[in-house]
């Protein structure tokens, strides 16, 4: 089993930066391609950044520019800078292999908020 952990969420005002931080661990036999997911109550969860193991990265349209997904694959750490937040940046955020492959960590709440 693989264990996701993520941290680095918090209560930031509008144009505000915050970065996540989401940490693998356990049964990791290869390197996966990567996300960040976010979830608003009554929504689906939603995929905002992705990075593959090579270090390409795509992003939803309304985070790109502002958002920067990151790793480190000696730490099995995937990171995501957040800049310019705005009042709909609000949600719980998750990191997940692209297939979502592996079971859901907490998730860390992210509250944008004047």
């Known amino acids: 089993q693989v264990q996701l952990v993520e941290s680095g969420g918090g209560l930031v005002q509008p144009g505000g930066s915050l970065r996540l931080s989401c940490a693998a661990s356990?049964?990791?036999?290869?390197?996966?391609?990567m996300g960040w997911y976010r979830q608003v109550p009554g929504k689906e969860r939603e995929l905002v950044a992705g990075?593959?193991?090579?270090?390409?990265?795509n992003y939803e349209d309304s985070v790109k520019g502002r958002f920067t997904i990151s790793r480190d694959n000696a730490k099995l750490t995937v990171y995501l800078q957040m800049t310019s937040l705005k009042l709909g940046d609000t949600a719980v955020y998750y990191c997940?292999?692209?297939?979502?492959?592996?079971?859901w960590g907490q998730g860390t709440q992210v509250t944008v908020s004047s």
């Open positions: 997940n292999t692209v297939t979502k492959s592996w079971r």
């Open positions: 356990g049964r990791i036999f290869r390197i996966n391609d």
């Open positions: 990075i593959t193991r090579g270090g390409n990265t």
